[in-house]
């Protein structure tokens, strides 16, 4: 495991990065508040002029060199995809003319960090959420009236085309605060075991729930092209089986499989110890 500080500006430019969020990853979900207290540590970062903001971590796994390289992001997905939201919104907004800039185009200065423009059509924009977030990511490429208003990226995406056109500093002056988030870059070996890295980076902070933490143990430790098999397959059907409460279901499970009922924050680390018993394939298990 390797770690070191960079911008997160330059973790993100390079035409033929791309940024995948795996499937065993929960949804985005940052909410407007933290939204609004990154918009604000920003607009501090100008009046104050800070030379730094630390802006957390980004764990990854990469794969690929050259033209092409994926970022697998084991943490830091919901950082990485609100800033994304963010230069989104402001390139938006320059293109429409509803904000201006010294800069010369400055637009296409802020594309470089979220789209690769000679990329195939399917292939563009640079980072990939996870499944159920897709679409509605996506749409804010196009037409604002195709846009997803049930989903928190445009939630959020419109916090800050709304909040943009009344800022108190410029866009130019927030691009520049943007260049200076400071970021701690992990990247993985190939011996790293992401799955105990992932309990450990996850015990504080906001909380997964139990089927979050089952959803990761079952999933991550296979390779992509199988993670997305698996969860296509069947980690997907048992979410919509269970409108969506995995942990409730696992329990039961469990005290069916075990003859006893682990607690409710326990059964993550029961089904584990069960797992890890039990010596079937992930397939099976699943």
Request: proline fraction near 2%; charge should be negative.
């Amino acid at each position: 495991m390797k770690g070191s500080e960079t911008w997160l500006m330059n973790f993100m430019e390079g035409k033929g990065n791309r940024f995948i969020i795996p499937v065993y990853q929960r949804s985005y979900d940052w909410k407007q508040e933290n939204c609004a207290q990154l918009y604000d540590d920003l607009i501090k970062v100008v009046r104050q002029n800070r030379p730094s903001h630390f802006f957390g971590s980004i764990v990854c796994a990469v794969e690929g060199n050259g033209a092409r390289t994926n970022y697998n992001i084991i943490d830091g997905q919901q950082r990485l995809t609100t800033v994304t939201l963010l230069l989104l919104a402001m390139r938006n907004l320059l293109r429409s003319g509803l904000a201006d800039s010294a800069e010369n185009h400055l637009d296409q200065q802020i594309e470089q960090y979220i789209i690769s423009p000679w990329a195939s059509e399917n292939d563009r924009i640079k980072l990939r959420p996870v499944k159920t977030d897709r679409a509605a990511f996506e749409k804010l490429f196009g037409s604002a009236e195709d846009y997803d208003q049930a989903s928190n990226l445009t939630h959020n995406y419109n916090y800050f085309y709304t909040e943009l056109q009344k800022s108190p500093v410029s866009i130019d002056e927030l691009y520049n605060a943007i260049c200076k988030l400071e970021v701690i870059c992990i990247t993985l070996d190939l011996g790293d075991n992401a799955q105990l890295i992932f309990e450990s980076l996850n015990s504080t902070g906001l909380a997964l729930d139990e089927g979050d933490k089952i959803r990761n143990y079952v999933l991550m430790s296979q390779p992509l092209k199988e993670q997305n098999r698996l969860y296509d397959t069947y980690w997907l059907k048992i979410e919509r089986c269970t409108q969506g409460d995995v942990s409730a279901f696992v329990r039961d499970y469990l005290s069916i499989k075990m003859q006893t009922t682990p607690t409710v924050k326990a059964v993550y680390q029961v089904f584990k110890r069960y797992a890890e018993d039990s010596a079937l394939s992930i397939e099976s298990l699943l």
